[in-house]
């Protein structure tokens, strides 16, 4: 059964750039990859959205290889309260096109 | 963007019983979704809840264990019923405001529920 996968946590200093790499091999030909943000007791955040190529916003880029079977999130020069857990949102046509979250990446910010 | 509340917040309930969990959201919208999310753990769907037609459950995911009701656009409840310990999770909401094409979606802030 294909599954979303992340890297279950990394640790990071402040002012540096963070990469969150998310795997998934079977994305449905039609479907976005969208990253998320929580921080504890609260629901998830959007952070960034893309289709393929890069995409860069204020707080966020993610890129996207050709083959589309991975994008990665990268948090440029981050501080103590990036610290939070990750996680990437795609479809999964092994699945039926259901959105499936990855298992989200715990990113602390050390100071 | 769009601004989402639930209530209860959290709640501790005894097993056998049942729990209604509200989500409000500040505009119309279509899609609206269930999550639960056990701790320390990812997101996982319950069911997608439209205005006007009945809800759809994923897998593993019952109606009759967890009915929902979409009387509107910007109001939904979702109940556990005959709760058991393995129930105490996080019950989020969520929208998608572009009819859920680009599944961008909004969160409420969840309801912790504590089975006893």
């Known amino acids: 059964l294909a599954k979303t996968t992340q890297p279950i946590s990394m640790d990071s200093y402040e002012g540096q750039e963070v990469n969150i790499t998310c795997s998934h091999n079977?994305?449905?030909?039609?479907?976005?990859i969208t990253w998320y943000q929580q921080f504890p007791s609260q629901g998830p955040r959007f952070i960034i959205q893309?289709?393929?190529t890069k995409v860069t916003n204020e707080v966020a880029s993610l890129f996207i290889p050709a083959d589309r079977k991975s994008s990665t999130l990268s948090l440029p020069r981050v501080s103590l309260s990036d610290t939070a857990v990750y996680y990437c949102l795609v479809g999964d046509r092994s699945a039926g096109n259901k959105l499936t979250f990855g298992g989200g990446t715990r990113v602390l910010v050390k100071p | 963007s769009a601004v989402i509340s639930q209530k209860p917040s959290r709640d501790i309930c005894q097993r056998g019983t049942s729990l209604t969990i509200q989500c409000q959201v500040d505009s119309q919208v279509t899609m609206m979704f269930w999550y639960r999310q056990q701790p320390g753990q990812s997101l996982t769907l319950i069911a997608t809840a439209n205005q006007g037609s009945e809800a759809t459950y994923e897998s593993g995911f019952v109606i009759d264990k967890f009915p929902i009701s979409r009387p509107n656009l910007t109001f939904s409840t979702l109940t556990v019923s005959n709760m058991s310990p393995e129930d105490s999770s996080i019950y989020l909401c969520?929208?998608?405001?572009?009819?859920?094409?680009?599944?961008?979606?909004?969160f409420g802030p969840g309801t912790r529920l504590t089975v006893l």
């Open positions: 969520s929208v998608a405001l572009d009819g859920g094409f680009t599944d961008t979606q909004y």
């Open positions: 079977n994305i449905a030909t039609n479907d976005y």
């Open positions: 893309g289709y393929k």
